[in-house]
T-cell receptor, first 114, second 117 residues
Framework: DAGITQSPRHKVTETGTPVTLRCHQTENHRYMYWYRQDPGHGLRLIHYSYGVKDTDKGEVSDGYSVSRSKTEDFLLTLESATSSQTSVYFC?????????????FGPGTRLLVL | GDSVTQMEGPVTLSEEACLTINCTYTATGYPSLFWYVQYPGEGLQLLLKATKADDKGSNKGFEATYRKETTSFHLEKGSVQVSDSAVYFCALSDTSAGGTSYGKLTFGQGTILTVHP
């Protein structure tokens, strides 16, 4: 257990509304990530953070923004939700051992955009 | 860029059968390789990993060997159980987070395994 929580765990929203998902970690990890999971695509990286206020885009970043004002919290915002953003969203942290990184995942947030 | 290819699924087996899920990769650096498992309705759990060529990762009866010459990391288990029914993901992380990859993972598309009694 890497001490990762996500909120909310489930959300239903309407097209065009803003949505913010929260990832919280308790073990002071530097690196955090947001992925989305869709059938046939595995998990795809949306954004990642390598420190407070240090973030960068992943493979599927269009329509998403992130913020990290504290080490423990990494927020994912859908500025104006679309039906194509219906997905399961996973947050992850990275733990370093011997110069190699291993990621551990949160429980996920299931988002439905109507 | 980096990529991971897993065998097509779904895979359906009877209890106590042998399992192999193929995984091959392309990477530009020196990747670490991972298998994650996702049980129904849950998040991803790390199943096993290997960080250099010829390393064997193992956990819960599952094994995978990092084969640089064939760029493969196949998942194997000698005798599956109903409780092994899940989705299995192969993934790679190219170089360490101290380098330019920041520990980012590239995933395969996942393989659904169903084990019947």
């Amino acid at each position: 257990d890497a001490g990762i929580t996500q909120s909310p765990r489930h959300k239903v929203t309407e097209t065009g509304t803003p949505v913010t998902l929260r990832c919280h970690q308790t073990e002071n990890h530097r690196y955090m990530y947001w992925y989305r999971q869709d059938p046939g695509h595995g998990l795809r990286l949306i954004h990642y953070s390598y420190g407070v206020k240090d973030t960068d885009k992943g493979e599927v970043s269009d329509g998403y923004s992130v913020s990290r004002s504290k080490t423990e919290d990494f927020l994912l915002t859908l500025e104006s939700a679309t039906s194509s953003q219906t997905s399961v969203y996973f947050c992850a942290i990275s733990e370093s051992k011997g110069g190699r990184e291993t990621q551990y995942f949160g429980p996920g947030t299931r988002l439905l955009v109507l | 860029g980096d990529s991971v290819t897993q065998m097509e699924g779904p895979v359906t087996l009877s209890e106590e059968a042998c399992l192999t899920i193929n995984c091959t990769y392309t990477a530009t650096g020196y990747p670490s390789l991972f298998w994650y498992v996702q049980y129904p309705g849950e998040g991803l759990q790390l199943l096993l990993k290997a960080t250099k060529a010829d390393d064997k990762g193992s956990n819960k009866g599952f094994e995978a060997t990092y084969r640089k010459e064939t760029t493969s990391f196949h998942l194997e288990k000698g005798s599956v159980q109903v409780s092994d029914s899940a989705v299995y993901f192969c993934a790679l992380s190219d170089t360490s987070a101290g380098g330019t990859s920041y520990g980012k993972l590239t995933f395969g598309q996942g393989t659904i395994l169903t084990v019947h009694p």
